[in-house]
């Protein structure tokens, strides 16, 4: 148990070199520097084992909070974290198990990408084709995909299953995934949506690859909104997360329920915006 204050909140994120999780965590900073607090940052790798030797390092180091970023917080988390002796708030992701459980700060993943959809075939589009993340991603993976499948079976377009592509926030795996979308479809979608602005930007290489003109022949709009999306040619259309005000926000609910002894638990969510730019176009 925690027997002094020690002025120190725990930071637990699957891969400190994502930027997602640098923004995230310079919002946290933003709201505990001013009220006297140390964070300690720890890298889990997205793995249940790490996460739950952290979650016992972190109670060792008499932490008064912990914000958490996994991949899947299931039921075997969530039932550590409710044993902690310390309050726990949950970032960009939901649990995938016992849900409602755990305070929770996140963007709504169906929602935007829901949105993403619509916007394409506000533009005209119907052949729309998806690029996510993992699907062991309870929120950014499985939800997102969610929010592809619904925006198109709420007008009764068939949902095609080589359209879809599933793997990691990486380059690597959108020039892949993009790869297998140009190689096994007869009929090349005429947009894509994808779950990371680096999936885009591999999708983008490949295109540029074969002499497939973005956004010409293919649309494409990536997530996130990362710093380089104004920086690549064409500039990416892409759904804005603000995760620094994503951090603030988690910040500012786990400083409440340390000052607070009992708490029903709530799920807040960061808005989102799709931003038009220049590889997505008005198909005619």
Do not use: W
């Not at 755990?102 to 949105?115: C, S």
């Not at 380059?171 to 999936?199: C, H, Q, W």
């Not at 910040?251 to 409440?256: D, E, G, N, P, Y």
């Amino acid at each position: 148990m925690i027997t002094k204050k020690t002025n120190t909140i725990g930071i637990i994120v699957p891969d400190i070199s994502n930027a997602v999780f640098g923004k995230l965590t310079k919002g946290i900073n933003h709201i505990f520097a001013k009220q006297g607090y140390t964070v300690i940052l720890c890298e889990s790798q997205g793995q249940l084992e790490n996460e739950l030797k952290l979650l016992d390092v972190l109670e060792e180091k008499q932490i008064e909070g912990l914000l958490f970023a996994g991949v899947d917080v299931n039921h075997t988390l969530v039932k550590t974290m409710m044993e902690k002796s310390y309050p726990v708030v949950l970032m960009t992701q939901e649990a995938s198990e016992d849900e409602g459980v755990l305070n929770t700060v996140i963007h709504n993943n169906v929602e935007a990408v829901y949105d993403a959809v619509k916007f394409l075939m506000d533009n005209g589009h119907t052949r729309i084709a998806y690029l996510g993340g993992p699907q062991n991603d309870y929120s950014s993976g499985k939800k997102r995909l969610k929010g592809y499948r619904r925006a198109l079976e709420e007008v009764g377009i068939p949902v095609r299953e080589s359209y879809i592509g599933q793997g990691e926030f990486s380059f690597a795996f959108g020039y892949e995934g993009m790869k297998r979308i140009y190689e096994e479809n007869s009929r090349l979608p005429t947009a894509v949506v994808t779950g990371s602005d680096v999936i885009a930007v591999g999708a983008i290489q490949y295109l540029d690859n074969m002499k497939v003109r973005v956004p010409e022949d293919i649309s494409v709009i990536g997530f996130d909104d990362s710093e380089f999306a104004t920086y690549i040619r064409p500039e990416l259309s892409t759904v804005r997360i603000s995760y620094y005000d994503e951090g603030e926000k988690a910040a500012m609910m786990l400083s409440r329920l340390m000052n607070e002894e009992k708490n029903v638990p709530v799920i807040e969510y960061v808005p989102h915006k799709i931003i038009r730019r220049s590889t997505t176009r008005i198909l005619v």
